[in-house]
């Protein structure tokens, strides 16, 4: 080995892999816990474990009976430093995560001024009966981004069954998020059942089927702050089957006012997005579609062509 080579294993070390297959996390406070810093090294001296890039990956893992969440990932401190960026990337593939008291959640104190890029990827996967959250993230604001280069999260394949307060959020910072041929069947939801927040993302949303879930919504879109570098940003929701879904106050025990109809589909804030070629019908709730954009131009509409709403009576479907 020459010396080049020497001092390049020195310096960037091995890669940063935690490859974990056909294991059993069963039975622990937290099934798996993820920290990442904003930096190397602070004002005061402090060195901090941190890779240009690194990588989670759960094949064939059952995370099962622990008694917080599933999977936690969090950053711990905040500052406002820039620093060069990490790319952090989190693989669950065909695995079991049940009965958990709580679901995958990521939190991060450096919401603003992140030197992190997260990137979720979850495929082939069963989420069943556990019993706080289901999926909910908040993607911190990264200043270094751009359309390609920025957090992203892709979701192929999953069944989400029999959760109890159930929520699937993907909040904070522009992303690019995919949720294709996922199953969302019979979950109990805290509010609702899935949910974009925080700024506008690049949304496909497509081939997914929600069947008998209860919450005061199935599907909402509330964006509330556009990026300052993109123009307009690919967002469609289609060739979904929404069916038989309903909130049933009774079951879910919380309280809910004049000012809060339930809907299948709902638009908030201010991102607009196609809403085409769905499956709605036997739904028991106030609304198939609540749209509520915040625009500048009076005569701004929204795009829900080409949808089945459960009859072909016009009147019946205004």
């Given at each position: 080995m020459d010396l080049q080579n020497i001092h390049n294993k020195i310096v960037n070390g091995p890669i940063p892999l935690l490859s974990v297959t056909k294991t059993k996390i069963k039975n622990n406070k937290k099934g798996v816990l993820a920290s990442y810093y904003n930096r190397y090294l602070n004002e005061i001296g402090y060195h901090f474990l941190r890779k240009a890039n690194e990588t989670i990956q759960l094949v064939e893992c059952e995370i099962s009976h622990n008694h917080e969440e599933a999977v936690y990932v969090h950053s711990p401190y905040w500052n406002i430093f820039q620093s060069n960026l990490s790319e952090i990337s989190i693989h669950i593939n065909n695995s079991l995560i049940t009965d958990n008291g709580k679901g995958i959640h990521q939190f991060s104190r450096d919401a603003r001024h992140s030197n992190n890029l997260f990137?979720?990827?979850?495929?082939?996967?069963?989420?069943?009966?556990?019993?706080?959250?289901?999926?909910?993230?908040?993607?911190?604001?990264?200043?270094?981004?751009n359309e390609n280069f920025t957090h992203s999260l892709y979701f192929g394949n999953n069944t989400w069954r029999n959760n109890e307060q159930f929520g699937f959020v993907v909040d904070g910072h522009f992303a690019h998020l995919n949720i294709s041929y996922n199953r969302f069947d019979s979950n109990r939801c805290k509010t609702g059942l899935i949910s974009m927040r925080g700024m506008e993302k690049k949304i496909r949303i497509d081939n997914n089927y929600i069947e008998g879930n209860n919450g005061i919504y199935m599907v909402e879109f509330r964006a509330d702050s556009q990026s300052e570098i993109l123009?307009?940003?690919?967002?469609?929701?289609?060739?979904?089957?929404?069916?038989?879904?309903?909130?049933?106050?009774?079951?879910?025990?919380?309280?809910?006012?004049?000012?809060?109809?339930?809907?299948?589909?709902?638009?908030?804030?201010?991102?607009?997005?196609?809403?085409?070629?769905?499956?709605?019908?036997?739904n028991s709730l106030d609304y198939e579609l609540l749209?509520?954009?915040?625009?500048?131009?009076?005569?701004?509409?929204?795009?829900?062509?080409?949808?089945?709403?459960?009859?072909a009576n016009d009147t019946s479907i205004r």
């Open positions: 990137h979720w990827i979850m495929q082939d996967s069963t989420i069943e009966r556990n019993h706080g959250g289901g999926f909910e993230v908040l993607l911190p604001d990264v200043w270094q981004y123009g307009d940003i690919y967002a469609r929701f289609y060739r979904n089957e929404i069916k038989r879904n309903m909130y049933d106050l009774s079951n879910l025990g919380s309280r809910r006012t004049f000012d809060d109809p339930s809907y299948v589909v709902g638009f908030h804030g201010i991102q607009k997005v196609q809403v085409h070629k769905n499956l709605f019908g036997e749209a509520g954009i915040r625009t500048a131009k009076i005569n701004n509409e929204v795009d829900v062509r080409e949808n089945w709403w459960g009859t």
